[in-house]
Nanobody, 116 residues
Framework: QVQLVESGGGLVQPGGSLRLSCAAS????????MSWYRQAPGKERELVAT????????SYADSVKGRFIISRDNAKTTVYLQMNSLKPEDTAVYYC?????????WGQGIQVTVSS
């Protein structure tokens, strides 16, 4: 059974940093493209960042370029999202996603709130 478990969310002041982690189990982790999505209240879920494998260049939404960094550790079957210079508009539930061919898995989501 595939499980994706997010951690590291919480409340942070504008300009602060957080690091999200997503621990994966039950899948051949190195095969999967790993992504972070987010969904703010009243808005659609949006793609934040994707890392395809350990060697390729990650991709980012324009809204987070230069502030967020996605990375993966295949040995630990974990994907990370380092979030810097956080803004109130980054407030959302963040979801981890694992995708390979027709296989598509989601974590339960974790709240990130940026507020003073």
């Amino acid at each position: 059974q595939v499980q994706l478990v997010e951690s590291g969310g919480g409340l942070v002041q504008p300009g602060g940093s957080l690091r999200l982690s997503c621990a994966a189990s039950g899948l051949m982790f190195s095969y999967y493209h790993m992504s972070w999505y987010r969904q703010a209240p009243g808005k659609e879920r949006e793609l934040v960042a994707t890392v395809f494998d350990a060697e390729s260049t990650p991709s980012y939404a324009d809204s987070v370029k230069g502030r967020f960094i996605i990375s993966r550790d295949n040995a630990k079957t974990t994907v990370y999202l380092q979030m810097n210079s956080l803004k109130p508009e980054d407030t959302a539930v963040y979801y981890c996603n694992a995708r390979f061919l027709s296989s598509d898995h989601w974590g339960q989501g974790i709240q990130v709130t940026v507020s003073s």
